[in-house]
């Protein structure tokens, strides 16, 4: 029998000191459970994705005296660790098998992804062939274990090749991104390869937030049926101790699903959490309006980062309801954050009255809302840079989608929760957090959406209906499908050229906006690189 200890773990790009030194803990922890195998996520020591820090030749040279380090520690357990390798005038993104001051078994990267938030191909040289190395268990036992890289796993012939040089499992390091939907496309993936080769394998994917990405976890093994036998919760630092004997994977616990709003809650808790704690912000500051952008916001940095790190400040004007003002104090009591309001009227007269010769003749449109916005940017950004912390934008991806939101004013912050988050979705997370503990009041939900820059504004007096828009934003956006078959499918052809539109007119906005987390299969960060300057309309 061989115990493999699976640990998904929370890593810190360019940090190898730390990252090694939550590596050797492992090994404490897998050796005190009489482990045969310690298996730890793609690029552990140097965390993923470096980047640009992959052209820096300094940067493999720390990384190998990190990967030294492990090799004096790696006692009476085999480790299975990724980490990149420069031989020669090429870089791999390789795994190394090392136990008892050894190194026994070496491979590289067979596949580089290239697409959606991949670029691989610019950094690494595919690898020729699967790490393949045969395993002495503590029982005296011994059995071939393969190890393809992360990609490596969505492509038959890596597999295929292990399987063919005598492994008897997979146990395969990834770096694999959340997005909605995408645990269960990892499990048909993996199935597939277990189909074909008839290998049991067990998937160690990354937990954590990094920039706009987050990694979910949820690692887990399917025996050689094809069937989950083990799995390890998302969205937290885990490590699992699974058996592999008879030639199988024996059943374990398989932790509890997640609905799709829970799933997207924790993962914007944990990004938002590691921007700021990895980033070594102190906090958070968040521009309240009453709004359910801003609600919404506000709950996921309390549960994130704790409400003694979390100040919210209400700007109103003139044309801020009552209504706005109420719920806004009411959340805050309900959360314990410490709160603010700084009437900004005044400074909105200030500015009007000194542009009023520059604007004579003029009707009042909308130069006039955005200064109340930009207004509210400077004394953000104002209070950020006194106190250190970091202010958190609150626009979701249908405003980012359509430009209805205000350069150099609510877009001013250091990290955009909301940015890859449809309005539509915003009501479901609200509802569902709400189920947690009602901290967002009830009329922030049912209310009708307001920037409350003009009297008796709302936002569809700008929009077509959100469910629309956003509709319409999932096809063009997340899926690329072309006008001509969005209004075939039944849309409305002014609202989809509308929104179309808008999205291109838009650009130079989005391109300036902060960095937020990424959770549709495609947000506007990595995996969106359209030009400003386009003349395409399709």
């Not at 380090?69 to 009476?76: I, M, N």
């Not at 492509?155 to 390091?173: C, K, R």
């Not at 996921?300 to 104090?329: E, K």
């Not at 209070?383 to 209805?404: D, I, P, Q």
Request: charged share 25%; aromatic share 8%; net charge negative.
């Amino acid at each position: 029998m061989m115990k493999i200890a699976v640990a998904q773990f929370n890593a810190t790009v360019g940090d190898l000191a730390g990252n090694t030194d939550k590596v050797i803990a492992l090994i404490a922890e897998a050796r005190a459970a009489r482990a045969d195998i310690l298996l730890v996520p793609e690029l552990t020591i140097a965390g993923y994705p470096p980047e640009d820090l992959l052209l820096r030749p300094s940067f493999y040279e720390a990384c190998e005296a990190q990967l030294d380090r492990l090799l004096d520690v790696a006692d009476d357990v085999t480790l299975v660790v990724g980490h990149p390798q420069q031989l020669g005038g090429e870089r791999f993104n390789a795994v190394t098998v090392m136990r008892d001051g050894n190194y026994i078994g070496r491979g590289q990267k067979m596949v580089l992804p290239n697409n959606e938030v991949f670029d691989e191909c610019r950094y690494f040289t595919p690898g020729a062939s699967p790490c393949v190395f045969e395993q002495r268990n503590h029982d005296g036992s011994t059995v071939m274990v393969g190890v393809p890289i992360c990609e490596d796993i969505w492509h038959v012939d890596p597999a295929a090749e292990a399987a063919d040089m005598g492994a008897q499992i997979l146990l395969v390091p990834n770096a694999s991104p959340y997005h909605m939907g995408k645990e269960g496309v990892r499990q048909d993936i993996v199935r597939q390869r277990v189909e074909e080769t008839g290998l049991p394998i067990i998937y160690c994917n990354w937990v954590g937030g990094q920039d706009e990405l987050v990694f979910d976890g949820a690692s887990f093994a399917l025996n050689r049926a094809g069937k989950l036998v083990a799995q390890l919760p998302s969205f937290e630092e885990a490590t699992g101790l699974w058996e592999f004997a008879d030639g199988d994977i024996r059943p374990a616990t398989i932790a509890p699903a997640r609905c799709e709003e829970e799933s997207v809650y924790e993962a914007l808790k944990l990004a938002t959490r590691d921007y700021l704690f990895k980033n070594r912000f102190p906090g958070a500051i968040i521009g309240l309006s009453g709004g359910i952008d801003s609600a919404l916001t506000l709950a996921i940095a309390v549960d994130a980062i704790g409400a003694d790190r979390v100040r919210a400040v209400m700007m109103p004007t003139r044309y801020t309801a009552q209504i706005s003002l109420d719920d806004s104090r009411d959340m805050v009591e309900r959360l314990g954050v410490q709160y603010d309001e700084i009437d900004i009227e005044p400074q909105f007269q200030a500015f009007t009255q000194a542009l009023a010769p520059q604007f004579a003749g003029l009707p009042v449109d909308a130069t006039e809302e955005n200064l109340q916005s930009r207004i509210r940017g400077v004394i953000l950004m104002a209070l950020s840079n006194k106190t250190g912390r970091l202010v958190l934008t609150t626009g979701n991806k249908s405003e980012m989608t359509t430009g209805y939101a205000t350069l150099y004013g609510d877009m001013a912050g250091g990290y955009a929760v909301l940015k890859d988050i449809a309005k539509t979705l915003v009501y479901r997370l609200s509802v569902w957090r709400n189920t947690v503990s009602e901290v967002i009041p009830e009329r922030i939900i049912t209310r009708p959406p307001s920037a409350e820059l003009r009297d008796n504004q709302v936002d569809q007096d700008s929009l077509p209906p959100y469910d629309v828009l956003d509709a319409i934003m999932e096809r063009y956006v997340e899926r690329n499908e072309s006008i001509a078959d969005i209004i075939a499918a039944g849309f409305h052809e002014a609202d989809v050229l509308r929104v179309v539109k808008l999205l291109k007119v838009n650009e130079y906005k989005r391109r300036q906006a902060a960095v937020g987390a990424r959770i549709t299969p495609r947000g506007f960060g990595k995996d969106w690189r359209y030009p400003i300057t386009n003349g395409f309309f399709r």
